[in-house]
């Protein structure tokens, strides 16, 4: 009962002691360059400028250590401030970018105009009315980060951060449900059992159920009526002069940190939600797979697969085969089929068939076309895949084997074969061709042929055969020179210019001469 007491006293004097605040007024503002934040009284959080890989943002962090922790952001997903921008609570009582130019951009959407504005010293920024009461506060709209005297309410999400240097909104969450249930799943997913990773197992304990830090680490549900449902850590941390906070790390594992200030040394991991870093669903991406080494996760790549960006696992991966045509001429798979044994992935299939062999799961898939992956669990079932895969995970315990469908490799003797064997079309146009080129040649050949023999039989027959023409001595002579020019004719009849000079040159019989 005591311990009880000491941790409530503890508790108040906490929240006391958080409720400092720096008030803001209509009509400040702040720039990257000079005056760039609004200090908590203590000068441990701020709220302002920061810079991440990605340029400068809008948030709350920890200004008063070495290292900077961005505990909120504003706009996260949005484009990177520039560097002559002004942060304005205006004099209507909103919060806005103002750029050189006199454009302005809210930042913060409050249901109504703020009085005043506040940044606590339990890293809270608040708008105010002109009643005091709190319109906006950032304690209800958290990124990635749960501090002390926060709650997760129910309905209300935590998103991990692209990385430690791109806070943007990365691929895993922490959902307080509404049904009473703590549970972590990979973002644009159903928020249904077979995607989890993590749950709280407090499924039905009611409607408005809260995740709550206390400032000792003490991290645990309450339901509506204020009783402790569930003990996520322990507590019992030194609260002198160290701060605790819980955050959603970029690998999608939640964990409590801790942080001596008067050390001003490193932040240190006090718990997280599971030892293993293959645990998050999708680690690595579409068509890869975790794999843990010693402390540390790996990412492998399907067999015929290769990382999309070497530097960046969730990428995934992509095919590096032509994955070309699904079979041959012949009916035969142009396909082979790889072995993955001890893993586990999203089950989408849209064939399942009873087999008790592994091997009949392997060819079902090879000659299904369709089937590009096929998952073999249980030993008796066939389950056919199309890519991608998600959420691959090495699981030794686990028997389950995929198989996955690759091309086949080029073998020495397919790369010696002339190109014109691979398309039996092309070689059939290509004997077409030359066939009429053949005929065409063997045509104009037999037509010059008879040009000529017709010209030779018309010359010959345009000269008379008899003696009783009448003609003298000396047309005998040149009828006999004639004949002797044409036999001369016939023995050089490949020269046809030759012969055309020839025949020209014999005289033609005039009975008149």
């Not at 506060?137 to 980060?145: A, E, N, V």
């Not at 293993?276 to 402390?295: E, F, H, I, R, T």
């Not at 072995?339 to 089950?347: V, Y």
């Not at 020179?481 to 040159?505: C, G, H, M, W, Y």
């Given at each position: 009962m005591a311990s009880i007491i000491f941790l409530l006293l503890l508790t108040l004097s906490f929240i006391a002691s958080a409720q400092k605040q720096t008030n803001i007024t209509r009509g400040s503002s702040l720039t990257p360059i000079t005056n760039s934040s609004w200090l908590s009284p203590s000068g441990l959080y701020a709220f302002g400028f920061f810079r991440q890989r990605r340029g400068l943002f809008i948030g709350v962090f920890l200004s008063g250590i070495s290292q900077k922790s961005v505990v909120w952001s504003a706009r996260r997903d949005g484009a990177p401030v520039p560097s002559n921008t002004t942060l304005l609570f205006t004099r209507d009582g909103r919060v806005v970018l103002q750029s050189a130019q006199g454009d302005e951009t809210l930042i913060i959407s409050a249901p109504q105009p703020a009085s005043l504005a506040a940044i606590s010293d339990s890293g809270n920024f608040v708008l105010y009315n002109s009643d005091s009461q709190i319109i906006w506060q950032s304690f209800d709209s958290p990124t990635d980060t749960l501090l002390p005297t926060q709650q997760l309410k129910a309905g209300v999400e935590l998103f991990s951060p692209v990385s430690e240097t791109d806070l943007s909104t990365g691929?895993?969450?922490l959902k307080m449900q509404n049904d009473g249930n703590l549970v972590q799943y990979p973002v644009n997913t159903p928020d249904t059992a077979p995607y989890s990773y993590y749950s709280s197992g407090t499924f039905g304990a009611g409607d408005n159920v809260t995740l709550n830090l206390d400032p000792d680490g003490h991290l645990y549900l309450l339901n509506s009526t204020g009783f402790n449902i569930k003990n996520i850590t322990g507590g019992g941390y030194p609260t002198k002069e160290t701060i605790t906070m819980m955050k959603l790390d970029a690998d999608g594992i939640f964990r409590l940190y801790s942080q001596n200030l008067r050390q001003n040394g490193n932040w240190s991991a006090a718990w997280s939600s599971t030892?293993?870093?293959?645990?998050?669903k999708?680690?690595?991406?579409?068509?890869?797979?975790?794999v843990m080494n010693d402390q540390d996760a790996e990412c492998n790549c399907l067999p015929g697969f290769e990382f999309v960006d070497?530097?960046?696992?969730?990428?995934?991966?992509?095919?590096d085969f032509n994955a070309g045509s699904c079979k041959d001429m012949n009916g035969s798979s142009t396909n082979t089929m790889e072995e993955l044994s001890n893993t586990e992935w999203e089950d989408v299939s849209y064939s399942v068939l009873s087999l008790t062999a592994k091997d009949d799961c392997k060819q079902a898939c090879l000659e299904d076309c369709n089937c590009e992956a096929a998952l073999f669990t249980d030993g008796q079932y066939c389950r056919k895949q199309r890519l991608p895969l998600r959420f691959g995970r090495r699981n030794l315990q686990s028997s389950n084997l995929a198989f996955i469908k690759v091309g086949r490799p080029i073998s020495t003797m397919d790369r010696k074969e002339p190109v014109i064997e691979k398309n039996p079309g092309t070689g059939r146009k290509i004997l077409i061709?030359?066939?009429?080129?053949?005929?065409?040649?063997?045509?104009?050949?037999?037509?010059?042929?008879?040009?000529?023999?017709?010209?030779?039989?018309?010359?010959?027959?345009?000269?008379p055969g008899n003696d009783s023409t009448g003609l003298n001595e000396d047309c005998s002579t040149r009828y006999a020179f004639v004949e002797k020019k044409t036999s001369f004719v016939s023995l050089v009849s490949s020269d046809l210019p030759t012969q055309r000079n020839i025949a020209s040159s014999s005289p033609s019989h005039n009975p008149e001469e």
């Amino acid at each position: 009962m005591a311990s009880i007491i000491f941790l409530l006293l503890l508790t108040l004097s906490f929240i006391a002691s958080a409720q400092k605040q720096t008030n803001i007024t209509r009509g400040s503002s702040l720039t990257p360059i000079t005056n760039s934040s609004w200090l908590s009284p203590s000068g441990l959080y701020a709220f302002g400028f920061f810079r991440q890989r990605r340029g400068l943002f809008i948030g709350v962090f920890l200004s008063g250590i070495s290292q900077k922790s961005v505990v909120w952001s504003a706009r996260r997903d949005g484009a990177p401030v520039p560097s002559n921008t002004t942060l304005l609570f205006t004099r209507d009582g909103r919060v806005v970018l103002q750029s050189a130019q006199g454009d302005e951009t809210l930042i913060i959407s409050a249901p109504q105009p703020a009085s005043l504005a506040a940044i606590s010293d339990s890293g809270n920024f608040v708008l105010y009315n002109s009643d005091s009461q709190i319109i906006w506060q950032s304690f209800d709209s958290p990124t990635d980060t749960l501090l002390p005297t926060q709650q997760l309410k129910a309905g209300v999400e935590l998103f991990s951060p692209v990385s430690e240097t791109d806070l943007s909104t990365g691929i895993f969450r922490l959902k307080m449900q509404n049904d009473g249930n703590l549970v972590q799943y990979p973002v644009n997913t159903p928020d249904t059992a077979p995607y989890s990773y993590y749950s709280s197992g407090t499924f039905g304990a009611g409607d408005n159920v809260t995740l709550n830090l206390d400032p000792d680490g003490h991290l645990y549900l309450l339901n509506s009526t204020g009783f402790n449902i569930k003990n996520i850590t322990g507590g019992g941390y030194p609260t002198k002069e160290t701060i605790t906070m819980m955050k959603l790390d970029a690998d999608g594992i939640f964990r409590l940190y801790s942080q001596n200030l008067r050390q001003n040394g490193n932040w240190s991991a006090a718990w997280s939600s599971t030892d293993n870093k293959c645990s998050p669903k999708g680690a690595c991406g579409l068509n890869g797979y975790c794999v843990m080494n010693d402390q540390d996760a790996e990412c492998n790549c399907l067999p015929g697969f290769e990382f999309v960006d070497q530097g960046n696992w969730t990428s995934g991966c992509e095919r590096d085969f032509n994955a070309g045509s699904c079979k041959d001429m012949n009916g035969s798979s142009t396909n082979t089929m790889e072995e993955l044994s001890n893993t586990e992935w999203e089950d989408v299939s849209y064939s399942v068939l009873s087999l008790t062999a592994k091997d009949d799961c392997k060819q079902a898939c090879l000659e299904d076309c369709n089937c590009e992956a096929a998952l073999f669990t249980d030993g008796q079932y066939c389950r056919k895949q199309r890519l991608p895969l998600r959420f691959g995970r090495r699981n030794l315990q686990s028997s389950n084997l995929a198989f996955i469908k690759v091309g086949r490799p080029i073998s020495t003797m397919d790369r010696k074969e002339p190109v014109i064997e691979k398309n039996p079309g092309t070689g059939r146009k290509i004997l077409i061709i030359s066939g009429s080129f053949v005929a065409f040649g063997l045509t104009m050949v037999a037509i010059f042929g008879i040009i000529i023999y017709r010209y030779h039989v018309l010359a010959y027959k345009r000269v008379p055969g008899n003696d009783s023409t009448g003609l003298n001595e000396d047309c005998s002579t040149r009828y006999a020179f004639v004949e002797k020019k044409t036999s001369f004719v016939s023995l050089v009849s490949s020269d046809l210019p030759t012969q055309r000079n020839i025949a020209s040159s014999s005289p033609s019989h005039n009975p008149e001469e």
